[in-house]
């Protein structure tokens, strides 16, 4: 399978799922991870050319711990907005997939690129199969099934579904560690590293299902249904399914 995750900024899709990512690549599965934005406002010192091209950079080293590819969309950090040119560049990284399954951010999340980037995503879902909706890759023959990612802090976010992955642990820990830039960035704000909390929230998502680390999901329930709980990793328990 082709599997595509869609992150709002660098190291969000480290974060939230990188752990389920590493499964699929593990059984051969092909991964991409798609970043909306470019991060060009995540650095204390640097200006936004110089840090957007190290985020860049730490995200096609992340990428490389699992083989996966890296879609890179270029907006701007903290103004992505549902219009119709952004829709046709998330349409272009889905078609360039050719996604079986995709999994963005949930409606309810804290950070405003976070919620826009997966509304977008849905709302890309269907076009992408539609030979008139034009752009510079060709239209996919299917409709990729959603998965809902979890909040970072898992705030206000009831998992339907958790996929143990305390076996690969280790190796989320390394693609996330690849954002150097963020470490002193976020012990400034809010003094905990990203690796910190995502141990944390990792930890206590585990602690929901029995497990040592999970992740957690949900998955989309509109029309037309295109997969199940089913297309995770066979490492899940737990929720309603």
């Not at 957007?52 to 995200?59: A, L, Q, T």
């Not at 997969?227 to 990793?233: A, I, K, R």
Request: glycine letters at 6%; a negative charge.
């Amino acid at each position: 399978m082709n599997i595509l995750a869609i992150g709002a900024h660098p190291d969000d899709v480290e974060f939230l799922c990188a752990g389920t990512l590493a499964l699929y690549a593990s059984e051969g599965h092909n991964i991409y991870i798609a970043v909306a934005t470019n991060g060009n406002v995540g650095s204390p010192t640097l200006s936004k050319s110089e840090i957007s091209k190290i985020r860049k950079n730490e995200s096609i080293e992340s990428c490389k711990k699992i083989g996966a590819k890296l879609i890179w969309m270029d907006f701007d950090d903290e103004w992505l907005f549902n219009d119709k040119k952004t829709r046709l560049v998330f349409i272009d990284a889905i078609r360039e997939s050719e996604a079986d399954i995709m999994f963005i951010h949930n409606n309810n999340d804290y950070h405003p690129d976070h919620r826009n980037a997966g509304q977008i995503s849905e709302d890309c879902r269907i076009p992408v199969s539609v030979r008139l909706v034009k752009t510079s890759k060709p239209f996919l023959k299917k409709i990729p099934h959603i998965f809902y990612m979890d909040n970072i802090g898992g705030v206000a976010f009831d998992p339907e579904v958790y996929v143990d992955v305390s076996s690969v642990i280790e190796k989320k820990k390394e693609m996330l560690a690849c954002h150097k830039s963020q470490n002193d960035w976020l012990l400034e704000l809010y003094d905990e590293t990203p690796t910190e909390l995502m141990l944390r929230q990792s930890k206590f998502r585990g602690l929901n299902c029995g497990y040592k680390f999970a992740e957690g999901f949900k998955q989309i329930k509109t029309y037309p249904q295109t997969g199940s709980f089913d297309l995770l990793p066979k490492v899940m328990k737990g929720g309603n399914m």
